[in-house]
T-cell receptor, first 118, second 113 residues
Framework: AQKITQTQPGMFVQEKEAVTLDCTYD???????LFWYKQPSSGEMIFLIY??????QNATEGRYSLNFQKARKSANLVISASQLGDSAMYFC???????????????FGKGMKLTVNP | DTGVSQDPRHKITKRGQNVTFRCDPI?????LYWYRQTLGQGPEFLTY????????KSRLLSDRFSAERPKGSFSTLEIQRTEQGDSAMYLC???????????FGPGTRLTVL
């Protein structure tokens, strides 16, 4: 069964510093995708970055990069140059692709709260 | 606004009442998903549609829950005989068939008294 683990309940970072948010996953499917979403206090889930299990390079999207370590089954999100607006809940999620299409559902971790201090 | 929209944003109801939520996906997105998020947890998948066909349902979707997408555009999620355990944020998302990324709406927060 799919499982996403986010063990950090909360983190604090100073503005302009980099921060790493941890995510480990468990799946027996060789084909899967990993996602990070941000959820501000307003409630909307905002897509940040995607990494496919067969992608050779780590995904990057502006200030966001994904440190994908397949052997360790980890997909940590790195935010460079933190901004006050980065304060939010962050969720790691996975979708199993399967050999016959897999599932469309995203399985989310419990999330972690990031607070950026001025 | 061209994003996913949900209505209402907040709903307070008494136990035993029926409630219905609406989701309007991003235009031309043919896949639509429903998730439920309880306090302190990540969203949990409920169901998804491709056009008007409901293709996958979670075991979380009890017989009191029903979702429809009659014309392949907007979708409704109805909860009958609400229980206090139904209190949660109900999130809708949409995507294109060719895309892996699901885009979420602002959610409907349900409180059952």
């Amino acid at each position: 069964a799919q499982k996403i683990t986010q063990t950090q309940p909360g983190m604090f970072v100073q503005e302009k510093e980099a921060v790493t948010l941890d995510c480990t996953y468990d799946t027996s499917d060789p084909s899967y995708g990993l996602f990070w979403y941000k959820q501000p206090s307003s409630g909307e889930m905002i897509f940040l970055i995607y990494q496919g299990s067969y992608d050779q390079q780590n995904a990057t999207e502006g200030r966001y990069s994904l440190n994908f370590q397949k052997a360790r089954k980890s997909a940590n999100l790195v935010i460079s140059a933190s901004q006050l607006g980065d304060s939010a809940m962050y969720f790691c999620a996975m979708r199993e692709m399967g050999t016959q299409g897999g599932s469309e559902k995203l399985v989310f971790g419990k999330g972690m709260k990031l607070t950026v201090n001025p | 606004d061209t994003g996913v929209s949900q209505d209402p944003r907040h709903k307070i109801t008494k136990r035993g009442q029926n409630v219905t939520f609406r989701c309007d996906p991003i235009s031309e997105h043919n896949r639509l998903y429903w998730y439920r998020q309880t306090l302190g947890q990540g969203p949990e998948f409920l169901t998804y549609f491709q056009n008007e066909a409901q293709l996958e349902k979670s075991r979380l979707l009890s017989d009191r829950f029903s979702a429809e997408r009659p014309k392949g555009s907007f979708s409704t999620l109805e909860i009958q005989r609400t229980e206090q355990g139904d209190s949660a944020m109900y999130l809708c998302a949409s995507s294109l068939v060719v895309s892996l990324v699901q885009f979420f709406g602002p959610g409907t927060r349900l409180t059952v008294l």
